[in-house]
């Protein structure tokens, strides 16, 4: 991780700092992706299965697994990692579930009354990335939450073969409906249906480039489905002061490289003095990790800057808009209030973001690539749908009717006007 001094550097260069690696094959990958999705539109199961031998390397008969079979896979698991899910489990469910609805009911006008009403997603779609780190967790994060919304159908695609722990999550989770399906060929199925798997309204789930191309091409098109939100390669911003431990930063920074080859790693502290020791110990624990090769991928597209202040600090994580942020500083209340850009945000010494990935309770669904400037961290309201009501009496009608019917003609929308004139001439009648 190359060190740099934030104030010794231009304009250019500190974004150039900023930037995350570059998707330079997007190009490509759409091209292919787009491919994958026109043949399932097309051609339904014959494409599906084909593109699930060839890319996925799956030879079964049936995509979807049986209620036998998740059963036996539940099984399988070992009685201690059932606890650690059951945990787990418990804590986002308590979390999630006070994510209440607040209703406004509301008379914003004599005899005019406003209100708002929701209901969950009728069918929704989980992705949960498999290969070389089956992803547990995000089973959990992504179906509990649709499951307290209410979600009428719920289905699950993951990797072939899909591993025990995450069929005995998604099961515990209310998950049903679960099939060996991975990559863009899942998105476009559960976008578009085929015969094997049902159409869904909303996508939700991480992946790789291929799956997040085949999620923003789905969004794009008003036949596909929508999605949780824009995701792109995984990223943790730390913000510490001399005073924090070099071990721990280290520790963070790398449960975030171990992720894949294009996540970035960022730590913004005081002093050359404490970089060099955090790259000491990055070099030390890197060393006896078994994704070593990943890690050290994704270091050298990252970065430590060293700023002047911690009001600086919090200034340059603005900027970035990490999807982790880590606060290991003396006084983090100071500057919590100005840290607005974040995914989620993990303050003190022993607040590792490896709780959030799994157990505290919060989602890990969270947005990457700057899009926590504008998006948010995954929640029960993005399984439900909000829409409003309401009611006029006829007085409330006439009451208002003046108001409406000026907005209109400064509009030239003679019909609308008319809508609230031919409503009041036959008050005015009776």
């Known amino acids: 991780m190359e060190i740099k001094i934030w104030n010794n550097l231009s304009e250019n260069e500190q974004q150039e700092i900023l930037t995350r690696p570059a998707q330079s094959t997007s190009g490509k990958v759409e091209e292919i992706v787009s491919n994958i999705i026109m043949r399932i539109q097309k051609e339904g199961d014959n494409a599906l299965f084909e593109f699930s031998r060839t890319l996925d390397k799956y030879e079964g008969k049936d995509l979807e697994i049986s209620a036998d079979e998740i059963s036996a896979a539940c099984k399988r698991v070992d009685s201690e990692l059932k606890a650690a899910i059951d945990t787990a489990y418990d804590n986002i469910y308590k979390f999630h579930s006070e994510q209440k609805y607040h209703e406004v009911n509301l008379e914003t006008y004599p005899g005019i009354v406003c209100k708002t009403h929701t209901h969950p997603i009728d069918s929704v779609g989980l992705y949960v990335p498999g290969g070389s780190a089956p992803l547990v967790s995000t089973a959990l994060m992504l179906a509990v939450p649709a499951k307290i919304a209410g979600c009428k159908e719920v289905i699950l695609c993951s990797p072939p073969p899909i591993s025990d ?97 294009d996540s970035q790693a960022i730590l913004v502290c005081r002093s050359v003095e404490f970089a060099n020791a955090v790259t000491k110990e990055v070099d030390t624990q890197l060393a006896a990790l078994p994704r070593v090769e990943i890690a050290t991928k994704a270091l050298s597209k990252s970065s430590i800057i060293v700023v002047d202040s911690i009001e600086k600090a919090a ?28 995914g989620s945000i993990f303050v003190g010494a022993y607040t590792p973001e490896s709780l959030g990935d799994y157990a505290s309770g919060t989602n890990h669904t969270l947005p990457t690539y700057g899009y926590a400037k504008t998006c948010s961290a995954l929640g029960l309201d993005d399984y439900r749908r909000r829409y409003t009501v309401q009611h006029a009496t006829a007085d409330g009608l006439k009451k208002i009717a003046a108001t409406v019917t000026k907005m209109a003609e400064a509009e030239g929308l003679d019909a609308h006007k008319n809508a609230v004139v031919v409503r009041v001439n036959s008050l005015n009648q009776e």
């Open 165 to 261: 722990a995450i069929i005995y999550a998604a099961s515990k989770a209310g998950v049903r409906r679960i099939f060996n399906l991975g990559g863009a060929q899942a998105i476009a199925a559960m976008a578009y249906g085929t015969q094997s798997v049902p159409k869904v309204l909303k996508i939700f789930g991480p992946g790789n480039q291929f799956v997040t191309m085949a999620k923003r091409l789905a969004s794009n098109d008003p036949r596909g489905a929508a999605i949780d939100m824009p995701a792109g390669p995984s990223e943790v911003l730390v913000i510490a002061d001399d005073n924090a431990n070099p071990s721990f930063v280290a520790a963070d920074l790398l449960s975030q490289a171990e992720h894949g080859p």
């Open 315 to 342: 200034e340059v994580s603005n900027i970035y808009a990490p999807e982790h942020l880590i606060v290991q500083i003396e006084n983090p209340d100071e500057i919590l209030g100005s840290l607005r850009n974040a």
